[in-house]
Nanobody, 115 residues
């Protein structure tokens, strides 16, 4: 069955960095566009970053441009989100999404930015 397993979240101080990973299985990863979303308490889920199936094109929310980088490894079936210069407003649960013929979601990983 399809699985998207996020990892790498945690508690970090403002200005710090984290790298999230999303390991995929159960579908043809190299054919899927991949995205990271986040949802803070009381807020709508929002798109953070996306990457095309081949990795040639990326897209970022304005709030994270210049700080976050999405990448993928089509051999390891994994998508990454490198998050630098983290701010308290980046605190949220981060979700991985795969878009192929269907859409699949991971269970999320919590990121908390606090001193």
């Amino acid at each position: 069955q399809v699985q998207l397993v996020e990892s790498g979240g945690g508690l970090v101080q403002p200005g710090g960095s984290l790298r999230l990973s999303c390991a995929a299985s159960g579908f043809t990863f190299r054919s899927a566009a991949m995205s990271w979303y986040r949802q803070a308490p009381g807020k709508e889920r929002e798109l953070v970053a996306s990457i095309t199936s081949g990795g040639g094109s990326t897209n970022y929310a304005d709030s994270v441009k210049g700080r976050f980088t999405i990448s993928r490894d089509n051999v390891k079936n994994t998508v990454y989100l490198q998050m630098n210069s983290l701010k308290p407003e980046d605190t949220a649960k981060y979700y991985c999404k795969a878009s192929q013929l269907r859409v699949y979601w991971g269970q999320g990983t919590q990121v908390t930015v606090s001193s």
